[in-house]
Protein backbone atom coordinates (compact mmCIF):
# COMPACT_ATOMS: atom_id res chain seq x y z
CA UNK A 1 0.00 0.00 0.00
CA UNK A 2 1.11 3.66 -0.58
CA UNK A 3 1.03 6.83 0.71
CA UNK A 4 0.42 10.28 -0.81
CA UNK A 5 3.00 12.90 1.26
CA UNK A 6 2.41 16.78 0.56
CA UNK A 7 5.09 19.16 1.09
CA UNK A 8 2.51 22.01 0.62
CA UNK A 9 2.06 26.08 0.72
CA UNK A 10 3.31 26.70 -2.54
CA UNK A 11 1.00 28.08 -4.83
CA UNK A 12 -0.28 25.78 -7.87
CA UNK A 13 0.28 27.69 -11.19
CA UNK A 14 0.71 26.31 -15.10
CA UNK A 15 -1.68 24.24 -17.54
CA UNK A 16 -3.58 20.78 -16.05
CA UNK A 17 -5.02 18.65 -19.01
CA UNK A 18 -8.38 17.02 -17.99
CA UNK A 19 -9.38 13.32 -18.66
CA UNK A 20 -12.63 11.73 -19.66
CA UNK A 21 -15.23 11.73 -17.37
CA UNK A 22 -14.89 8.56 -14.69
CA UNK A 23 -19.00 8.38 -13.91
CA UNK A 24 -19.71 8.64 -17.98
CA UNK A 25 -16.99 6.08 -18.75
CA UNK A 26 -18.35 3.13 -15.93
CA UNK A 27 -21.53 3.74 -17.51
CA UNK A 28 -20.55 3.88 -21.12
CA UNK A 29 -18.87 0.70 -20.89
CA UNK A 30 -21.45 -1.60 -19.95
CA UNK A 31 -23.70 0.40 -22.53
CA UNK A 32 -21.10 -1.63 -25.06
CA UNK A 33 -23.04 -4.57 -24.73
CA UNK A 34 -25.98 -3.80 -25.73
CA UNK A 35 -24.36 -3.77 -29.25
CA UNK A 36 -23.30 -6.58 -31.49
CA UNK A 37 -20.64 -5.17 -32.58
CA UNK A 38 -17.48 -2.84 -31.99
CA UNK A 39 -17.90 -0.09 -29.99
CA UNK A 40 -14.86 2.37 -29.54
CA UNK A 41 -14.83 5.02 -26.11
CA UNK A 42 -12.28 7.92 -26.67
CA UNK A 43 -10.58 9.77 -24.03
CA UNK A 44 -11.55 6.95 -21.57
CA UNK A 45 -9.66 7.69 -18.18
CA UNK A 46 -6.62 5.35 -17.22
CA UNK A 47 -8.22 5.07 -13.51
CA UNK A 48 -8.72 1.68 -11.41
CA UNK A 49 -12.68 1.72 -11.75
CA UNK A 50 -12.31 1.52 -15.83
CA UNK A 51 -9.81 -1.10 -14.87
CA UNK A 52 -12.42 -3.38 -13.18
CA UNK A 53 -14.70 -2.44 -15.33
CA UNK A 54 -12.70 -4.04 -18.85
CA UNK A 55 -12.08 -7.08 -15.99
CA UNK A 56 -15.69 -7.22 -15.94
CA UNK A 57 -16.49 -7.13 -19.32
CA UNK A 58 -13.94 -9.94 -20.56
CA UNK A 59 -14.98 -12.51 -17.61
CA UNK A 60 -18.71 -12.11 -19.76
CA UNK A 61 -16.68 -12.87 -22.77
CA UNK A 62 -15.85 -9.33 -24.75
CA UNK A 63 -12.20 -8.80 -26.38
CA UNK A 64 -11.07 -5.65 -25.18
CA UNK A 65 -8.21 -3.87 -25.96
CA UNK A 66 -7.32 -0.63 -24.58
CA UNK A 67 -4.28 1.81 -25.32
CA UNK A 68 -3.92 5.10 -24.16
CA UNK A 69 -7.18 7.03 -23.53
CA UNK A 70 -9.12 4.45 -26.16
CA UNK A 71 -10.79 1.10 -25.97
CA UNK A 72 -12.29 -1.27 -28.43
CA UNK A 73 -14.58 -3.00 -27.48
CA UNK A 74 -15.63 -6.37 -29.81
CA UNK A 75 -19.43 -7.60 -27.52
CA UNK A 76 -20.28 -10.24 -30.20
CA UNK A 77 -19.38 -12.99 -28.07
CA UNK A 78 -20.43 -11.86 -24.61
CA UNK A 79 -23.10 -14.12 -23.05
CA UNK A 80 -24.91 -12.95 -19.39
CA UNK A 81 -23.04 -15.78 -17.19
CA UNK A 82 -23.99 -15.16 -13.43
CA UNK A 83 -21.30 -12.40 -11.56
CA UNK A 84 -22.70 -13.14 -8.21
CA UNK A 85 -18.70 -12.39 -7.28
CA UNK A 86 -15.07 -11.51 -8.36
CA UNK A 87 -14.79 -7.67 -9.94
CA UNK A 88 -18.49 -7.01 -9.61
CA UNK A 89 -18.17 -6.48 -5.86
CA UNK A 90 -15.23 -3.90 -5.92
CA UNK A 91 -17.31 -1.28 -7.75
CA UNK A 92 -20.69 0.23 -7.35
CA UNK A 93 -21.13 1.33 -11.00
CA UNK A 94 -21.33 -2.71 -11.80
CA UNK A 95 -25.23 -2.43 -11.06
CA UNK A 96 -25.08 -0.88 -14.36
CA UNK A 97 -24.18 -4.31 -15.29
CA UNK A 98 -28.14 -5.37 -14.22
CA UNK A 99 -29.02 -3.02 -16.94
CA UNK A 100 -27.30 -3.54 -19.79
CA UNK A 101 -27.04 -7.59 -19.77
CA UNK A 102 -31.06 -7.33 -18.84
CA UNK A 103 -31.36 -5.25 -22.30
CA UNK A 104 -29.78 -7.40 -24.09
CA UNK A 105 -30.14 -10.96 -22.64
CA UNK A 106 -33.34 -10.62 -20.42
CA UNK A 107 -31.30 -11.90 -17.49
CA UNK A 108 -28.68 -11.16 -14.95
CA UNK A 109 -26.72 -12.43 -11.88
CA UNK A 110 -24.64 -9.58 -10.46
CA UNK A 111 -23.24 -9.17 -6.79
CA UNK A 112 -24.57 -6.17 -4.85
CA UNK A 113 -22.42 -3.53 -5.63
CA UNK A 114 -19.83 -2.37 -3.79
CA UNK A 115 -17.87 1.02 -4.02
CA UNK A 116 -17.66 4.48 -2.10
CA UNK A 117 -19.45 3.51 1.07
CA UNK A 118 -19.71 6.91 2.63
CA UNK A 119 -23.16 5.87 3.89
CA UNK A 120 -26.14 3.30 2.82
CA UNK A 121 -26.63 3.68 -1.21
CA UNK A 122 -30.12 1.86 -1.81
CA UNK A 123 -30.81 0.80 -4.96
CA UNK A 124 -34.37 0.62 -4.78
CA UNK A 125 -35.23 2.83 -7.91
CA UNK A 126 -33.22 0.80 -10.22
CA UNK A 127 -35.43 -2.30 -8.85
CA UNK A 128 -38.57 -0.33 -9.69
CA UNK A 129 -37.29 0.68 -12.99
CA UNK A 130 -36.70 -3.34 -14.32
CA UNK A 131 -39.81 -4.31 -12.48
CA UNK A 132 -41.80 -1.33 -14.04
CA UNK A 133 -40.51 -3.09 -17.32
CA UNK A 134 -41.38 -6.45 -16.85
CA UNK A 135 -38.66 -7.83 -15.06
CA UNK A 136 -38.88 -10.40 -11.81
CA UNK A 137 -36.08 -9.54 -9.72
CA UNK A 138 -34.95 -11.28 -6.49
CA UNK A 139 -32.09 -10.72 -4.19
CA UNK A 140 -30.36 -14.29 -3.03
CA UNK A 141 -27.12 -14.55 -1.06
CA UNK A 142 -26.31 -11.08 -1.23
CA UNK A 143 -26.67 -11.76 -5.56
CA UNK A 144 -29.41 -9.85 -7.39
CA UNK A 145 -31.15 -12.36 -10.11
CA UNK A 146 -32.96 -10.17 -13.01
CA UNK A 147 -35.26 -12.31 -15.43
CA UNK A 148 -37.38 -10.98 -18.12
CA UNK A 149 -38.96 -13.24 -20.91
CA UNK A 150 -39.59 -9.86 -22.56
CA UNK A 151 -39.13 -6.33 -21.25
CA UNK A 152 -41.64 -4.06 -22.30
CA UNK A 153 -41.73 -0.19 -22.25
CA UNK A 154 -43.31 1.36 -18.96
CA UNK A 155 -44.20 4.52 -17.67
CA UNK A 156 -41.62 5.13 -14.72
CA UNK A 157 -41.03 7.89 -12.43
CA UNK A 158 -38.64 8.01 -10.02
CA UNK A 159 -38.86 9.13 -5.97
CA UNK A 160 -35.32 10.78 -5.96
CA UNK A 161 -34.04 11.39 -9.28
CA UNK A 162 -31.32 9.19 -9.00
CA UNK A 163 -27.91 8.96 -11.71
CA UNK A 164 -27.76 5.64 -11.41
CA UNK A 165 -31.47 4.73 -11.62
CA UNK A 166 -31.71 6.97 -14.43
CA UNK A 167 -28.89 5.43 -16.55
CA UNK A 168 -29.71 1.59 -15.67
CA UNK A 169 -33.23 2.09 -16.91
CA UNK A 170 -32.16 3.74 -19.86
CA UNK A 171 -29.82 1.06 -20.90
CA UNK A 172 -32.61 -2.15 -20.03
CA UNK A 173 -35.62 -0.09 -21.93
CA UNK A 174 -32.87 0.69 -25.25
CA UNK A 175 -34.14 -2.49 -26.45
CA UNK A 176 -37.44 -3.15 -24.57
CA UNK A 177 -40.48 -3.73 -26.87
CA UNK A 178 -42.44 -0.57 -27.15
CA UNK A 179 -41.45 3.20 -25.05
CA UNK A 180 -40.36 3.72 -21.59
CA UNK A 181 -41.13 7.35 -20.16
CA UNK A 182 -38.25 8.29 -17.00
CA UNK A 183 -40.32 10.76 -15.03
CA UNK A 184 -38.03 12.93 -12.22
CA UNK A 185 -34.88 11.39 -14.31
CA UNK A 186 -31.64 12.86 -13.54
CA UNK A 187 -30.16 15.48 -15.23
CA UNK A 188 -26.58 15.43 -15.20
CA UNK A 189 -24.34 15.57 -17.95
CA UNK A 190 -23.46 12.13 -17.67
CA UNK A 191 -26.86 11.22 -18.47
CA UNK A 192 -26.46 13.21 -21.96
CA UNK A 193 -23.01 11.02 -22.76
CA UNK A 194 -24.54 7.81 -22.11
CA UNK A 195 -28.11 8.68 -24.34
CA UNK A 196 -25.75 10.26 -27.12
CA UNK A 197 -23.67 6.73 -26.95
CA UNK A 198 -26.88 4.88 -27.09
CA UNK A 199 -28.36 6.62 -29.58
CA UNK A 200 -25.16 6.27 -31.77
CA UNK A 201 -25.22 2.94 -31.16
CA UNK A 202 -29.02 3.00 -32.49
CA UNK A 203 -30.93 3.39 -29.58
CA UNK A 204 -33.55 5.73 -29.76
CA UNK A 205 -33.87 8.03 -26.72
CA UNK A 206 -34.73 11.87 -26.44
CA UNK A 207 -34.96 14.16 -23.44
CA UNK A 208 -31.72 12.98 -21.46
CA UNK A 209 -30.80 16.23 -19.81
CA UNK A 210 -34.06 17.10 -18.79
CA UNK A 211 -36.34 15.55 -16.11
CA UNK A 212 -38.56 13.61 -18.75
CA UNK A 213 -36.56 10.96 -20.93
CA UNK A 214 -38.96 9.21 -23.76
CA UNK A 215 -36.92 5.66 -25.07
CA UNK A 216 -38.76 3.85 -28.00
CA UNK A 217 -36.94 0.17 -27.54
CA UNK A 218 -35.13 -1.17 -31.03
CA UNK A 219 -34.84 -4.83 -31.68
CA UNK A 220 -30.95 -4.32 -32.48
CA UNK A 221 -28.67 -2.05 -31.52
CA UNK A 222 -24.93 -1.77 -33.32
CA UNK A 223 -21.43 -0.73 -32.84
CA UNK A 224 -19.68 2.72 -32.97
CA UNK A 225 -17.15 5.20 -32.22
CA UNK A 226 -17.76 7.80 -28.76
CA UNK A 227 -15.45 10.04 -27.31
CA UNK A 228 -16.38 10.86 -23.42
CA UNK A 229 -17.17 14.24 -22.10
CA UNK A 230 -14.72 15.48 -19.50
CA UNK A 231 -14.89 14.97 -16.32
CA UNK A 232 -16.24 17.99 -14.30
CA UNK A 233 -15.23 16.48 -10.92
CA UNK A 234 -11.83 16.10 -11.29
CA UNK A 235 -11.78 19.17 -13.58
CA UNK A 236 -13.58 21.14 -10.28
CA UNK A 237 -10.81 19.30 -8.13
CA UNK A 238 -7.55 21.32 -9.24
CA UNK A 239 -9.75 24.33 -9.84
CA UNK A 240 -10.63 24.13 -6.02
CA UNK A 241 -6.66 23.08 -5.32
CA UNK A 242 -5.54 26.23 -7.49
CA UNK A 243 -7.51 28.61 -5.19
CA UNK A 244 -6.99 26.90 -2.22
CA UNK A 245 -3.22 27.55 -2.71
CA UNK A 246 -3.47 31.12 -4.05
CA UNK A 247 -2.62 30.00 -7.12
CA UNK A 248 -3.19 30.54 -11.37
CA UNK A 249 -4.27 27.47 -13.12
CA UNK A 250 -5.54 26.94 -16.35
CA UNK A 251 -7.85 23.97 -15.97
CA UNK A 252 -8.23 22.77 -19.67
CA UNK A 253 -10.02 20.44 -21.68
CA UNK A 254 -13.37 20.90 -19.74
CA UNK A 255 -16.88 21.63 -20.82
CA UNK A 256 -17.48 25.34 -18.37
CA UNK A 257 -20.98 24.99 -18.39
CA UNK A 258 -20.71 22.17 -16.49
CA UNK A 259 -18.73 23.89 -13.49
CA UNK A 260 -21.07 26.95 -13.21
CA UNK A 261 -21.99 26.06 -10.16
CA UNK A 262 -18.69 26.08 -8.59
CA UNK A 263 -17.46 28.73 -10.48
CA UNK A 264 -20.20 30.73 -9.32
CA UNK A 265 -19.32 29.73 -5.64
CA UNK A 266 -15.99 30.95 -6.25
CA UNK A 267 -16.61 33.91 -7.96
CA UNK A 268 -18.42 34.61 -4.44
CA UNK A 269 -15.66 34.27 -2.45
CA UNK A 270 -13.40 36.09 -4.19
CA UNK A 271 -11.22 34.05 -6.70
CA UNK A 272 -10.99 35.04 -10.26
CA UNK A 273 -12.21 33.08 -12.68
CA UNK A 274 -12.06 33.33 -16.63
CA UNK A 275 -14.20 31.35 -18.68
CA UNK A 276 -12.88 30.33 -22.21
CA UNK A 277 -14.19 28.03 -24.39
CA UNK A 278 -12.98 24.94 -23.42
CA UNK A 279 -10.81 25.84 -20.48
CA UNK A 280 -11.36 27.84 -17.39
CA UNK A 281 -8.64 29.66 -15.19
CA UNK A 282 -8.56 30.51 -11.71
CA UNK A 283 -6.28 33.25 -10.00
CA UNK A 284 -6.56 33.13 -6.32
CA UNK A 285 -6.66 35.61 -3.97
CA UNK A 286 -5.02 36.35 -0.32
CA UNK A 287 -8.22 36.57 1.54
CA UNK A 288 -11.55 35.34 0.50
CA UNK A 289 -14.90 35.66 2.25
CA UNK A 290 -17.12 33.07 3.44
CA UNK A 291 -19.96 31.09 1.37
CA UNK A 292 -22.80 28.98 2.22
CA UNK A 293 -22.60 25.66 -0.51
CA UNK A 294 -25.97 23.24 -0.84
CA UNK A 295 -25.00 20.34 -3.10
CA UNK A 296 -28.05 19.35 -4.96
CA UNK A 297 -28.71 17.38 -7.81
CA UNK A 298 -26.98 18.40 -10.93
CA UNK A 299 -27.33 21.62 -12.26
CA UNK A 300 -26.81 22.12 -8.58
CA UNK A 301 -23.92 22.62 -6.65
CA UNK A 302 -22.17 18.56 -7.14
CA UNK A 303 -22.39 16.45 -3.92
CA UNK A 304 -19.13 14.83 -5.01
CA UNK A 305 -17.51 18.18 -5.04
CA UNK A 306 -18.25 19.07 -1.36
CA UNK A 307 -15.78 17.46 0.24
CA UNK A 308 -13.03 19.50 -1.89
CA UNK A 309 -15.08 22.59 -1.11
CA UNK A 310 -14.79 21.79 2.25
CA UNK A 311 -11.23 22.08 2.36
CA UNK A 312 -11.21 25.25 0.75
CA UNK A 313 -13.98 27.05 2.95
CA UNK A 314 -11.28 26.65 5.78
CA UNK A 315 -9.32 29.39 3.69
CA UNK A 316 -11.99 31.56 3.89
CA UNK A 317 -12.44 33.97 6.75
CA UNK A 318 -15.66 33.62 8.60
CA UNK A 319 -17.96 30.88 9.09
CA UNK A 320 -19.02 28.83 5.72
CA UNK A 321 -21.78 26.29 5.84
CA UNK A 322 -21.87 23.57 3.47
CA UNK A 323 -25.20 20.98 3.43
CA UNK A 324 -25.48 18.13 1.71
CA UNK A 325 -29.45 17.41 0.27
CA UNK A 326 -27.64 14.53 -1.92
CA UNK A 327 -26.39 12.77 0.54
CA UNK A 328 -27.80 12.89 4.43
CA UNK A 329 -23.83 11.84 5.80
CA UNK A 330 -21.33 12.35 3.43
CA UNK A 331 -18.82 13.42 5.78
CA UNK A 332 -15.86 11.06 6.42
CA UNK A 333 -13.25 13.85 5.51
CA UNK A 334 -14.51 15.79 8.31
CA UNK A 335 -12.69 14.05 11.64
CA UNK A 336 -9.71 14.10 9.26
CA UNK A 337 -9.69 17.51 8.38
CA UNK A 338 -10.15 18.85 12.16
CA UNK A 339 -6.55 16.76 12.73
CA UNK A 340 -5.01 18.93 10.53
CA UNK A 341 -6.35 21.75 12.32
CA UNK A 342 -9.37 22.69 10.61
CA UNK A 343 -12.17 24.31 12.91
CA UNK A 344 -15.36 21.84 11.69
CA UNK A 345 -18.28 20.40 12.89
CA UNK A 346 -21.17 18.27 11.34
CA UNK A 347 -24.95 19.26 12.48
CA UNK A 348 -27.57 17.18 10.84
CA UNK A 349 -26.80 17.38 7.03
CA UNK A 350 -24.49 20.16 7.28
CA UNK A 351 -20.63 20.66 7.97
CA UNK A 352 -20.21 24.14 10.12
CA UNK A 353 -16.72 25.40 9.02
CA UNK A 354 -14.53 28.32 10.57
CA UNK A 355 -11.56 29.53 8.67
CA UNK A 356 -8.18 29.15 9.73
CA UNK A 357 -4.58 27.61 8.86
CA UNK A 358 -4.00 24.32 8.62
CA UNK A 359 -1.21 21.92 9.70
CA UNK A 360 0.51 18.47 8.45
CA UNK A 361 -0.82 15.30 10.17
CA UNK A 362 -1.74 11.81 9.29
CA UNK A 363 -4.50 11.35 7.88
CA UNK A 364 -6.84 8.59 6.05
CA UNK A 365 -8.87 8.76 2.71
CA UNK A 366 -12.30 7.16 3.74
CA UNK A 367 -13.97 7.31 -0.04
CA UNK A 368 -12.26 8.91 -3.28
CA UNK A 369 -13.84 12.47 -2.57
CA UNK A 370 -12.88 13.00 1.16
CA UNK A 371 -9.42 11.64 -0.41
CA UNK A 372 -9.44 14.54 -2.52
CA UNK A 373 -10.08 17.24 0.23
CA UNK A 374 -7.50 15.77 2.22
CA UNK A 375 -5.18 16.20 -0.85
CA UNK A 376 -6.47 20.15 -1.14
CA UNK A 377 -5.94 20.79 2.43
CA UNK A 378 -2.38 19.12 2.23
CA UNK A 379 -1.58 21.32 -0.54
CA UNK A 380 -2.32 24.76 2.28
CA UNK A 381 0.01 23.48 5.07
CA UNK A 382 2.81 25.94 5.12
CA UNK A 383 4.53 23.38 7.44
CA UNK A 384 5.68 19.52 7.60
CA UNK A 385 4.73 16.81 4.99
CA UNK A 386 1.02 15.68 5.07
CA UNK A 387 0.82 11.83 4.86
CA UNK A 388 -2.34 10.52 3.42
CA UNK A 389 -3.53 7.10 3.50
CA UNK A 390 -5.95 5.43 1.07
CA UNK A 391 -4.73 6.55 -1.87
CA UNK A 392 -6.20 3.35 -3.93
CA UNK A 393 -9.47 4.99 -2.85
CA UNK A 394 -8.12 8.67 -5.01
CA UNK A 395 -6.82 6.57 -7.61
CA UNK A 396 -10.64 5.32 -8.43
CA UNK A 397 -11.78 9.08 -9.49
CA UNK A 398 -8.06 10.84 -10.45
CA UNK A 399 -5.19 9.71 -12.84
CA UNK A 400 -1.95 11.30 -12.98
CA UNK A 401 -2.82 13.13 -10.09
CA UNK A 402 0.96 12.85 -8.55
CA UNK A 403 2.46 13.85 -12.24
CA UNK A 404 -0.71 16.67 -12.56
CA UNK A 405 0.00 18.03 -9.13
CA UNK A 406 3.94 17.97 -9.87
CA UNK A 407 3.51 19.95 -12.68
CA UNK A 408 1.69 22.21 -11.41
CA UNK A 409 4.36 23.23 -8.64
CA UNK A 410 3.51 21.23 -5.77
CA UNK A 411 6.01 19.22 -3.77
CA UNK A 412 3.88 15.95 -3.85
CA UNK A 413 4.95 12.02 -4.11
CA UNK A 414 3.90 8.36 -2.83
CA UNK A 415 5.69 6.54 -0.75
CA UNK A 416 5.43 2.70 0.00
CA UNK A 417 3.32 2.53 3.79
N1 LIG B 1 -31.07 6.80 -4.09
C1 LIG B 1 -32.12 6.07 -3.58
N2 LIG B 1 -32.50 4.95 -4.26
C2 LIG B 1 -31.90 4.53 -5.39
C3 LIG B 1 -30.83 5.29 -5.89
C4 LIG B 1 -30.43 6.42 -5.22
O1 LIG B 1 -32.69 6.40 -2.56
O2 LIG B 1 -32.31 3.51 -5.96
C5 LIG B 1 -30.64 8.04 -3.40
C6 LIG B 1 -29.22 7.97 -2.88
O3 LIG B 1 -29.16 7.38 -1.60
C7 LIG B 1 -28.82 9.43 -2.88
C8 LIG B 1 -29.54 9.99 -4.10
O4 LIG B 1 -30.60 9.07 -4.37
O5 LIG B 1 -29.31 10.05 -1.73
C9 LIG B 1 -28.69 10.16 -5.33
O6 LIG B 1 -28.03 8.94 -5.65
P1 LIG B 1 -27.66 8.53 -7.13
O7 LIG B 1 -28.38 7.27 -7.49
O8 LIG B 1 -27.82 9.70 -8.04
O9 LIG B 1 -26.14 8.17 -7.00
P2 LIG B 1 -25.37 7.09 -7.82
O10 LIG B 1 -25.90 7.00 -9.19
O11 LIG B 1 -25.26 5.84 -7.06
C10 LIG B 1 -23.65 8.72 -8.88
C11 LIG B 1 -22.17 8.85 -8.86
C12 LIG B 1 -21.70 9.37 -7.51
C13 LIG B 1 -22.40 10.67 -7.21
C14 LIG B 1 -23.91 10.51 -7.32
C15 LIG B 1 -24.67 11.80 -7.15
C16 LIG B 1 -21.54 7.03 -10.31
C17 LIG B 1 -20.95 5.69 -10.45
N3 LIG B 1 -21.58 7.53 -9.11
O12 LIG B 1 -23.97 7.76 -7.87
O13 LIG B 1 -20.31 9.58 -7.64
O14 LIG B 1 -22.06 11.09 -5.92
O15 LIG B 1 -24.26 9.98 -8.60
O16 LIG B 1 -24.28 12.73 -8.12
O17 LIG B 1 -21.92 7.64 -11.29
C18 LIG B 1 -18.10 9.77 -6.91
O18 LIG B 1 -17.79 9.97 -8.10
O19 LIG B 1 -17.30 9.96 -5.95
C19 LIG B 1 -19.45 9.31 -6.61
C20 LIG B 1 -19.78 8.77 -5.46
Known sequence: MEKLMISGGRPLEGVVQISGAKNSAI????????????????????????????????????????????????????????????PVKKLRASYYMMGALLGRFGEATIGLPGGC??????????????????????????AIHLHAKELKGAKIYLDVSSVGATINIMLAAARAKGSTTIENAAKEPEIIDVATLLNSMGASIKGAGTETIRIEGVKEMKGCRHSIIPDRIQAGTYLIAAAATRGNVL??????????????????????????????????????????????????????????????????????????????????????LVRMGAKIRVEGRSAIIEGGKLNSAKVKAADLRAGAALVIAGLTVEEGVTE???????????????????ALGADVWRQEE
Request: proline share 6%; no cysteine.
Open 27 to 86: ALLPAAILAESTVILDNLPRLSDVAVYTEILEELGASVEWSDNQIIIDPSRIRSIPMPNG
Open 117 to 142: NFEPRPIDQHIKGFEALGATVTNEHG
Open 251 to 336: VDGVIPKHLEALTAKLIEMGVTVEELDESIRVIGASRYEHVDVKALVYPGFPTDMQSPMTSLLTQAEGVSILSDFVYSNRFKHVPE
Open 388 to 406: ISGVELIDRGYDNLVTNLR
